[in-house]
């Protein structure tokens, strides 16, 4: 069946003629307005993706018409609309058709041009500083580990000489995994240190491990505070391990971060699993006189860190008289952030391509 204009005009005529049997309402009115556009149109003007929205107005108002009119405007209504599809179903087949030909005949086609190039990828931004990190310390030496997301009580709480009453373990501050009564409690890990314990009970002394790793915590959510974040962990244990290991350490880690030697300070801090503990702050490595990164004191701080406690070691297996260690927990997402300005942590699993496709 061809497409015919007239005869959709005629189907139109007919609808309004329907339309002059209703009660003049403001909806009637309406109605005629609207498709008076469509008879205003000179047959050649009528093309059927017009009459497929002209067949679409009275079937969204068939209240309007008289009750024993609506049976015929309806068929006539979708009479015009199938006629319409039927005719742009023909015409996308004829463009198909055509443009399939002219492609044949070779007609543009350029044996020179280099073909399209695949769109590509690119590494996230946290897998790239983790991978860079992994290059540093095993070219160090030094082992990468990885430990269970949801983890254990025991390990993420316990075996890391964290009190039962501290405030850590309260469900603001945890997701607490739903177990069984009676079965081990089950926590989506809140920091990589309890691998430290895991390798400890896997690993010979000495050894020296990092472990990067996502952790969750039940957070009230902003630029800055994300439920999941990443943090790498550090952990070195061997025959008489001190403070100057750990400096030394760290100050080898920021030199690997930033490409130069960096200053560093120690401030006194508390964690249950190292004594004594530090807060590892770092001379701002973006000013000389204070920024907005390092909110004008020219510090940063980075890295918490200290001496393994006994009792970790302990709950690892190993005998502190014999053998003492370090840990640092690195915020590997602040990390990321600092390096490439990123002012929202959200943005780092968001998944938005516009953010990804920057780096
Ligand atoms: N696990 C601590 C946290 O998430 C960070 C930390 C502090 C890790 C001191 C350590 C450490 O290994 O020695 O807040």
Redesign the pocket.
Known sequence: MTYDAQAVRALLDEILAALASAPESDETRALRERLARFTALSGAELTPALALEASAIPLGAMRVFPKEARGQVGAKANAMKQAADAALAQEKEAALALALAEERTGKGFDATLPPPLPSRGSLHPITQVTRELEDLFTSMGWTILDGPEVETEHFNFDALNISPDHPARDTMDTFWVKTAPGAERLVMR????PV?VRAMKRLTPPFRAIVPGK?FRNEALDASHEHTFH?M???VVGKDISVGHLIGAMKTLLRGIFGRDIEIRLRP?Y?P??EP?FELDARCPFCKEGCSVCKRSTWIELL???M?HPNVLRAGGIDPEQWTG????LGLSRLVMLRFSIDDIRHLLGGDVRFLEQF
């Open positions: 809140t920091h990589t240190s430290q952790v943090q962990e550090g952990l801090g964690f699993f190292v503990g918490p860190c200290g393994v370090f840990a640092f927990g």
